[in-house]
């Protein structure tokens, strides 16, 4: 039975059997995360950086992931990666994250009548990854996308992926270093290193992934245009900032963004178009290149729905 049919969301069976007793038994997320990565080292040992080489890699740093995970279960067999990212998110809620709109993970089935197919699935905290793998059956992409999921889930529970005082002074340092700031750029708010600090503080505790999913939505808006606009009304970085992490990424804003592209086509006849095309190759590369889609997705997403808007009765979904 398919996930997800003619591109809608659908969720995960496993969501109607929450109160059912978890088939894995997760010990410590940490530990897990600590040997995956450790296999994750060394499957990559001597890994040269071109593309057939780095999807090599890719494949077996998931492997190793999910073989690691599979030692840290009560089933030391084969793991059903759908049934395990399902109950892994589970899991978490239970044990107390804040997980606003709970632990549903939901899987979205890309519309195709032939392979390869492709399958989407997004995480709680709304952070998307794809099937990396080139399938040729609709349950393929879904383990393959459940499969790299997983892995990020797992490796996101690490030490070092939780934004604490050490990581922030690193990382505004390695920023002043690759940038040629001064210290006093990290101290003011108004430029690029200082909003950088003010984010990473204001998001100390939290893990690298619901960090991503905070930048999301400033690197939609940088996209569209909305920084650029909001400056010339003469509002402050640090208002912005302050704004927006406060912001969910949903329905509204995405349709006040395609409504800004809408505008747009009306002066450059197109322009929808050919950014669409731009959007798709680049979530296709960052699929398969195993990262994380939301801002790639996200992008096509409110293309699409602008293209919808202008031409209703077309088929705009690639």
Same mark, same amino acid.
């Given at each position: 039975?398919?996930?997800?049919? !003619?591109?809608?969301p ?8 929450q109160?059912?007793?978890m088939?894995y ?6 530990s897990v ?5 450790a296999?994750?080292?060394a499957?990559?040992?001597?890994a ?9 890699v890719?494949?077996?740093?998931v ?9 840290h ?5 084969r793991v ?6 399902q109950e892994?998110?589970?899991?978490k809620?239970?044990r107390g994250?804040?997980l606003t709109?709970?632990a549903l993970?939901?899987?979205?089935s890309?519309?195709?009548?032939a392979?390869p197919?492709? !399958?989407?699935?997004?995480?709680p905290g709304g952070s998307?990854?794809?099937s ?5 059956t609709?349950?393929e992409a879904?383990?393959?996308a459940?499969k790299?999921? /997983?892995m ?15 990581f922030?002074? *690193?990382?505004?340092l390695d920023a002043?270093?690759?940038?040629q ?7 003011n708010?108004s430029t690029?290193?200082?909003a950088?600090k ?13 960090f991503q999913?905070?930048?999301t939505?400033?690197?939609?808006l940088?996209w569209?245009?909305?920084l *650029? ?5 003469? !509002?402050?970085?640090q208002?912005?900032l302050?704004h927006y992490?406060?912001?969910a990424?949903d329905?509204?804003?995405r ?16 322009i929808?178009a050919s950014e ?9 590369a960052a ?6 889609l ?10 699409v729905?602008? /293209?919808?808007?202008?031409?209703p009765?077309?088929e705009?979904?690639?």
């Amino acid at each position: 039975m398919e996930m997800a049919t !003619c591109g809608k969301p659908v969720a995960s069976p496993r969501q109607q059997q929450q109160s059912t007793p978890m088939h894995y038994a997760f010990h410590n997320l940490a530990s897990v995360a600590a040997d995956a990565a450790a296999s994750v080292h060394a499957s990559s040992q001597g890994a040269q950086l071109s593309d057939a080489k780095a999807k090599t890699v890719l494949k077996e740093a998931v492997d190793a992931v999910i073989n690691s995970f599979a030692k840290h279960t009560h089933g030391c067999g084969r793991v059903n990666v759908v049934e395990a990212l399902q109950e892994f998110w589970q899991m978490k809620l239970e044990r107390g994250s804040d997980l606003t709109n709970g632990a549903l993970v939901v899987y979205e089935s890309q519309p195709a009548t032939a392979p390869p197919y492709v !399958c989407y699935v997004s995480l709680p905290g709304g952070s998307c990854f794809g099937s990396f793998q080139v399938v040729n059956t609709k349950a393929e992409a879904r383990r393959s996308a459940a499969k790299i999921a /997983l892995m990020n889930s797992v490796f996101n529970e690490h030490p070092s992926r939780k934004i604490t005082d050490e990581f922030i002074e *690193k990382a505004i340092l390695d920023a002043l270093n690759s940038f040629q700031g001064s210290s006093s750029d990290a101290d003011n708010p108004s430029t690029g290193i200082g909003a950088f600090k003010f984010m990473l503080e204001a998001n100390r505790g939290r893990s690298m992934l619901e960090f991503q999913e905070l930048m999301t939505v400033f690197q939609l808006l940088h996209w569209n245009g909305s920084l *650029k606009a909001m400056r010339e009304r003469n !509002c402050s970085r640090q208002e912005v900032l302050a704004h927006y992490s406060h912001r969910a990424l949903d329905d509204d804003m995405r349709s006040q963004m395609a409504l800004d592209w809408i505008a747009r086509e009306q002066e450059s006849p197109d322009i929808i178009a050919s950014e669409l095309e731009v959007a798709e190759r680049d979530l296709e590369a960052a699929r398969l290149a195993g990262r994380e889609l939301r801002f790639y997705k996200e992008k096509r997403d409110i293309l699409v729905l602008a /293209l919808s808007q202008i031409n209703p009765s077309d088929e705009t979904i690639a």
